[in-house]
């Protein structure tokens, strides 16, 4: 476990499966789980004053981080919804 705020796995506990399962099957999945971490890692670089930034710039990262994490839940909540209708379940 990472010591880094915000981690993926940390965000969305209960879907490391299928973000583990996104990763590995869809390459715009994988460049947006990259770049979050990436984003993710800055901002904890400037939180911790191991790299200087400007407020500006600390507020851009972190909007990229939201948009980010909004996609990859938007991903997230596409495999849960077609393993909801392949898992055998039915309304009845």
Do not use: W
């Not at 407020?55 to 939201?66: F, G, I, K, N, V």
């Amino acid at each position: 476990m990472s010591n880094t705020p915000h981690e993926l796995a940390d965000e969305f506990p209960d879907s490391a499966q299928a973000l583990h399962s996104l990763k590995m099957s869809d390459p715009h999945f994988m460049r947006l789980f990259d770049e979050y971490h990436e984003i993710n890692r800055e901002i904890h670089r400037i939180e911790t004053r191991v790299a200087p930034a400007s407020e500006a710039h600390e507020a851009q990262l972190r909007r990229r981080r939201m948009v980010l994490k909004d996609e990859i839940y938007a991903g997230l909540k596409t495999v849960s919804a077609a393993k909801g209708t392949d898992d055998g379940k039915s309304d009845s």
